[in-house]
C-alpha cells in the first residue's frame, strides 16, 4: 500500500518568512495529494491539494508543488502570520473513482514566532 | 446542514466495555469515512461506505470493531471488549462523488479507556 513521509516534524519560521514542508510517497499510481491543516482541539480542514496532471497549484499565500519522478510534494507558505501556527498534515491516494482513502503523513507542527 | 457531526466528543469507558460512535455526515455526501487518530500520528483509515455499502476496511479494524451505516445516512463505529491500545481520537469525513475529493471532517471522538 501507499507510505507518505513527511518532514520536518516541527517547524519554527519568523512571522513574515516562508515555511516549507515536503512529503515522499510511494506508490507512483497515486494521483492526488491533499494538505489539511489542524489547529488544536480541531478538526483537520482542508487547504489545498494538487492532482498528478499539474505540477504546482497556488492559493494566496499557499503553493504545492508536484514532482511525479521524484515522488514528493511539497507545501509553501509565504508571509507567514500567527494564525499559520498548526500541525499541517499531507496524504495521497490513488483517485480513481473508486477508492478515495487518504493515507497521510505523521504530520508537521508549525509554529509561527511573532 | 452544519457540517459533520460526530456524537459524543468525549468518552472514558472501563477496559472491556463496549462503546458505540455515531456520525451523521453532510447530508448530500455519499461517502462517509472512518479514521483514528492517536496523539502525534497523522488520521489512520479504518473504513469506508459508498451509500451503505462497506468498501474497504482497513487491517487496523479488528474483529472487536464493526461500523454500519444502514440507511447510506448516519453511521456507527462500535468497539466490543475495549483495550487501552484503542484509546484515540475516532475522526469521521464525508465526501460527494468521485468529483469531490476534498473530505470533511467531523470534529472527532475522544475515546479513553481506563
Known amino acids: 500500500g501507499e507510505n507518505v513521509e513527511q518532514h520536518p516534524s516541527t517547524l519554527s519560521v519568523q512571522e513574515g518568512d516562508s515555511a516549507v514542508i515536503k512529503c515522499t510517497y510511494s506508490?507512483?499510481?497515486?494521483?492526488?495529494f491533499p494538505w489539511y491543516k489542524q489547529e488544536l482541539g480541531k478538526r483537520p480542514q482542508l487547504i489545498i491539494d494538487?492532482?498528478?496532471?499539474?505540477g504546482e497549484k497556488k492559493d494566496q499565500r499557499i503553493a504545492v508543488t508536484l514532482n511525479k519522478t521524484a515522488k514528493h510534494f511539497s507545501l509553501h507558505i509565504t508571509e507567514t502570520q500567527p494564525e499559520d501556527s498548526a500541525v499541517y498534515f499531507c496524504?495521497?491516494?490513488?483517485?480513481?473513482?473508486?477508492?478515495?482513502?487518504?493515507?497521510f503523513g505523521t504530520g508537521t507542527r508549525l509554529t509561527i514566532i511573532p | 446542514d452544519t457540517g459533520v457531526s460526530q456524537n459524543p466528543r468525549h468518552k472514558i469507558t472501563k477496559r472491556g466495555q463496549n462503546v458505540t460512535f455515531r456520525c451523521d455526515p453532510i447530508?448530500?455526501?455519499?461517502?462517509l469515512y472512518w479514521y483514528r487518530q492517536t496523539l502525534g500520528q497523522g488520521p489512520e483509515f479504518l473504513t469506508y461506505?459508498?451509500?451503505?455499502?462497506?468498501?474497504?476496511k482497513s487491517r487496523l479494524l479488528s474483529d472487536r470493531f464493526s461500523a454500519e451505516r444502514p440507511k447510506g445516512s448516519f453511521s456507527t463505529l462500535e468497539i466490543q471488549r475495549t483495550e487501552q491500545g484503542d484509546s484515540a481520537m475516532y475522526l469521521c469525513?464525508?465526501?460527494?462523488?468521485?468529483?469531490?475529493?476534498?473530505?470533511?471532517f467531523g470534529s472527532g471522538t475522544r475515546l479513553t479507556v481506563v
Open positions: 496524504a495521497g491516494t490513488i483517485s480513481n473513482f473508486g477508492n478515495e482513502k487518504l493515507t
Open positions: 506508490d507512483s499510481a497515486s494521483n492526488y
Open positions: 469525513a464525508s465526501s460527494f462523488d468521485a468529483n469531490n475529493y476534498g473530505y470533511t
Open positions: 447530508s448530500e455526501h455519499n461517502r
Open positions: 494538487i492532482r498528478s496532471n499539474v
Open positions: 461506505f459508498q451509500n451503505e455499502a462497506q468498501l474497504e
